[in-house]
């Protein structure tokens, strides 16, 4: 999923939970970041005071890089969340690693991630950490049948778009992969190994494709993107009713009828591949009341004037400069940036060091 989703989509469905506007935003923001929270490091103040963050995402993302991309651990906690092949922790001793880490749509183990952030709600970064909780929760459905890591698994063959048969997705990959790529087997080919749906490049996450290609089992696999999309939000906008009550286990109701038909018709309808022009085909339906709340004249910035990180820092800039010194100022331990960072550090040491294990799951 992009920023479409994590951002524009995650606010509405907050809103549509009953968050207001404030509460929303910081939830929408901090789901989208996830994406854009590229740089690691340890920030230092004039007074000697420190603070170390790690980074979510792999902004500059080169799926023809498989060496880099290998090389990059964010990919199980924060994208490619293992599903234990669907099964409850303990039920399957004998799958093997590679069982376990495929990415699965609302799997046990996402729906105790989801607990764990509804039971941490009164922690100062409860908002921010429910953001990044729902981005990876979303991206359980748009990543379902592909793991977070370079094998064979997610080598994918005979990919075709459902609207534009034919060869047109297979003549899109040989022209990104060159001669990494069979146009005629529609596959990546040799020692070549893709890691997580690379191989389908951003089929997966744009809301309104319906495509098929065929696993790493020979398996025909076809799949209607909005559709997938809206069993997302549905879990999505409970898991918020439940994070407002507190309760992980509470009863509430999903999207209203007329919600969930609004919903789809953006899913649908919007069909700009760019994600940055169907991000703003949705604020603008925020602005103009499309939805059951207000209109707002809803933003995200990414870095620069107006970001989370100009307004923790004062920086403007787009890569961190090692050497700079900030003033340190009190506001600074609230920043919805330094909030941020610390949910991030808070749910990656949970998935990898508490969650995954206990579902036999090693992992880094």
Known sequence: MQKDFHH??????????????????????????????????VVHFTDGSMY???????KTLDYKNFDELAN???WLPFHFLPGNNDANA????????????????DSPIARDMVAACINSKNSPHALQRLGITLHVYADTWSH???????????????????????????????????DKFDAITSKLIGDTLPLGHGAALSYPDRPYLKWSYKDSKKNKIIRDNAAIFLQATEKMVIAMRRFRLGDANASVPGLQATDRARIEALFRNIKYDEE?????????????????????????????????????????????????????????????????????QVHRFYVIHELLPRYGICAA
């Open 8 to 41: 524009a989509t995650t606010y509405v469905l907050a809103r549509l939970a009953d968050f207001d506007h404030a509460e929303a935003e910081i939830i929408a923001y901090a789901s989208q970041y996830v994406d854009d929270a590229t740089n690691a490091g």
């Open 52 to 58: 170390e963050h790690i980074s979510s995402a792999h």
């Open 72 to 74: 990059h651990q964010a």
């Open 90 to 105: 303990g039920q399957n001793p004998l799958d093997t690693f590679m069982d376990k880490i495929v990415c699965k749509p």
């Open 144 to 178: 379902q049948g592909f793991a977070g890591v370079n094998h064979k698994s997610n080598d994918i063959s005979k990919l075709n778009d459902e609207d534009n048969p034919g060869n047109y997705l297979a003549a899109r990959l040989k022209d990104y992969f060159g």
């Open 276 to 344: 940055s022009a169907r991000h703003q085909a949705w604020l603008e339906r925020i602005a103009t009341g499309y939805f059951d709340f207000p209109p707002v004249n809803l933003t995200y910035i990414e870095k620069g004037v107006g970001s989370w990180k100009h307004e923790a820092l004062g920086t403007i800039k787009v890569t961190d400069d090692k050497r700079e010194r900030f003033e340190f100022r009190p506001s600074f331990l609230t920043s919805n940036w330094k909030l941020f960072h610390d949910a991030l």
